[in-house]
């Protein structure tokens, strides 16, 4: 089973950005996608990004489009978050996880969808 594994996380203050990777063990054809999860305390598991292995569709919450990529790179096995402008409201645990399921594709921003996940990577947005 392939193993994910976050990093990148950190304090940074409102308007900052910061990078986060997710390395996967291996990318095969047996996985449909990758994403990006986080969650805030007491709040539940939410879709940030997501990207298919197919063809590089992505998808992305309202609350972080037009701020944060996502992108993958093959030859690292790694896909990452790229996130601009964060806000006090992104604070949270972020997770990257994967699936073998082709419901993947149908519900991408749905943890449900999603069977493998990273440790995850806190990330503070404070003054």
């Known amino acids: 089973q392939v193993q994910l594994v976050e990093s990148g996380g950190g304090l940074v203050q409102p308007g900052e950005s910061l990078r986060l990777s997710c390395v996967a063990s291996e990318f095969t054809s047996d996985y449909y996608a990758i994403a990006w999860f986080r969650q805030a305390p007491g709040k539940e598991r939410e879709g940030v990004s997501c990207?298919?292995?197919?063809?590089?569709?992505?998808y992305y919450a309202d609350s972080v489009k037009g701020r944060f990529t996502i992108s993958r790179d093959n030859i690292r096995n790694t896909v990452y978050l790229q996130m601009n402008s964060l806000r006090p409201e992104d604070t949270a645990v972020y997770y990257c996880a994967t699936g073998n399921k082709v419901v993947v594709t149908l519900y991408p921003l749905d943890p449900w969808s999603y069977d493998v996940w990273g440790q995850g990577a806190q990330v503070t947005v404070s003054s």
């Open positions: 990207i298919l292995i197919r063809d590089d569709t992505t």
